[in-house]
């Protein structure tokens, strides 16, 4: 495999230390930035998508007002719970080759990473970017769960004649054999899924909850649909999130569900489950509130993980 080079963030998260090697230091921690952002042709929307991962890195001070100070919602200092080799590997930057040199260049990364035992955050980007991380997943040579959770199904199998678009990462994992399940929540609304692609979901067996049944019943029933002990990739739009505290999305719908719903969702997950790895996508820094709370929510969301992922005696599910 040839060793990708990535490029420097503007600030480190969490001023961790920066790598832009693979392998470059020891790492148990790792995060990078995919800063791809891709519109379907004939579709020009307005998009910065791919300013997201630096945008969330710069609030690194305002989700985490000192590593050495109490959380709340780790029940913790964050310092007392990371472990000692947490790595920033900035952003992979697009090449002047095709989008399947640059999906190839991702995936070959991001299996370094997960070969060597880490557990691997990914800001983007729209969530195409999520392809090519489903593809490094085969190296785990371990059956995953998807957690998605979105306002919209992502299950086309293509949108004008584009594969591996934003549209597509769900169905996509649907055809991976090491892909052992998916559970779906907070739809809601109308997206790019037809009946068809809701049709294909169910008969995948896809567990989908929408937003309102989210609200009615609790996270509880989600909880069920993944197996203890699983290794899980959780893969977050932040349009899940409802758009009155989370506004920097291009889709916005109303309804959706609420941090205090998902921080304890993915707190329990992390308890229950090894979660491999994460990401956070479709953030549109320009659309954000003037508090930049959707970046804020999206740190936030990555270190509930973390928290109870290496907390409470977790050492990250244990190392298996």
Request: proline share 8%; glycine share 10%.
């Amino acid at each position: 495999m040839n060793m990708q080079t990535t490029q420097a963030p503007v600030r480190p998260f969490l001023n961790w230390p920066i790598a832009t090697v693979a392998r470059a230091r020891p790492t148990q921690v790792a995060l990078l930035g995919l800063p791809h952002s891709e519109p379907y042709p004939g579709n020009p929307h307005p998009n910065d998508q791919a300013r997201a991962p630096d945008a969330i890195r710069w609030q690194s001070g305002q989700f985490c007002d000192g590593q050495e100070h109490w959380d709340f919602d780790l029940g913790a200092e964050l310092s007392s719970v990371l472990p000692a080799h947490c790595v920033d590997f900035g952003n992979m930057p697009w090449t002047n080759g095709s989008y399947d040199e640059h999906a190839l260049q991702v995936t070959e990364l991001l299996a370094s990473l997960w070969g060597d035992g880490a557990q691997v955050f990914i800001l983007g980007g729209d969530h195409g970017v999520t392809i090519p991380a489903l593809d490094a997943l085969a190296v785990l040579q371990t059956p995953v769960h998807i957690l998605h959770i979105d306002a919209h199904l992502d299950w086309r199998a293509e949108v004008s004649g584009v594969r591996r678009g934003y549209s597509s990462p769900l169905r996509w994992a649907s055809e991976k054999p090491w892909i052992c399940g998916m559970t779906q929540i907070g739809m809601r609304g109308t997206g790019s899924a037809r009946r068809e692609e809701f049709l294909a979901a169910q008969e995948y067996g896809s567990r989908i909850f929408t937003a309102e049944q989210i609200h009615a019943c609790g996270i509880e029933p989600v909880l069920a649909t993944i197996p203890q002990g699983a290794a899980v990739y959780i893969t977050v739009d932040a349009d899940g999130l409802d758009p009155s505290g989370m506004p920097g999305v291009l889709a916005p719908s109303p309804g959706g569900l609420r941090f205090e719903q998902i921080a304890p969702l993915l707190r329990a997950v992390s308890q229950k489950c090894k979660v491999v790895g994460m990401d956070v996508v479709e953030v549109a820094p320009s659309f954000d509130a003037s508090n930049a709370m959707t970046c804020i929510i999206a740190g936030r969301m990555i270190l509930n993980v973390l928290g109870a992922s290496w907390g409470n005696a977790g050492a990250y599910r244990d190392r298996k």
